[in-house]
């Protein structure tokens, strides 16, 4: 009889710890990117900065690289002079992009970074002559025309400078709108990711981490991962990503992919990354 209450009492506490540690995790889908209305008939070029500002430090992930020393992986525009900047960069003979002036310039950075990687900040091995930086204008970041130019606005306006971007003209935006809304995708919640490369992509783990080779982009490379960190390990690391940091690199991972992705992103990711052995 003590025998079976015993059983009967560990079973019980086991089943109370699996779900206290379920309830720790995201149940349904995770948070998806807070998409803004803007009314371009009624932007101003100020609510247009602000926007840029809040695309910087949240869609646009800028912040995750682009931090002040030690911390960060990426030079600091947000605290530099980006206009000066650009000025001085056009002048260098390394530059090799077809901007003429520092808006074009700017713009040309967050597109086609590799047109002039700053000294110091190439890809580990490429002797500057490659960006670890993704095109914003594509996956998984994925700025649009319109939210590339507010961020410009930003950056131009923060130090003072003149800002040379125009308004969105709402005549054009309105017409993209009606386009979407006669069969695009345009405002719909995209659905979880199906598979762990997806998941990968979406949250812009490819953008730090190369995934076939040990090589450092942002973060160390994770071919060899599921050798030197076991599934627990793994899924601490993505969920408290500041527990342990890895050795000789800041803490610069995001801490809140808990509230964004699903239980099954988080599983079918260390899932994957527990196959890669080297």
Known sequence: MNVLLKTLTFSLAL???????????PQVKGEAPVEKNVDLGSLTMEDFIALGDDIFHNKGTCTLCHKPAPLGRAPDIEGENMVALAEERLADDR???????????IRESMVDPGRYVVAGWGKKGSNDSESPMPHVDKPPIQLSPMEIDAVIAWLQSKDGN????VLPDPEVAVEVASAASDGGDAGKVPAPAATAEEALARYACVSCHALDSRNVLVGPGLVDVGARLDKDELRQSILDPNADVAEGFPPAMPPDFASKMTV?????????????KG
């Open 15 to 25: 089943t109370l710890l699996f779900t206290f540690v379920t309830y720790l995790l």
């Open 95 to 105: 530059y090799n992009g077809e901007a003429r002036d520092g808006e074009a310039y």
């Open 162 to 165: 003149v800002v040379t971007v």
């Open 264 to 276: 099954k992103e988080l599983e079918m990711i260390i899932e994957y990354l527990a196959e890669k």
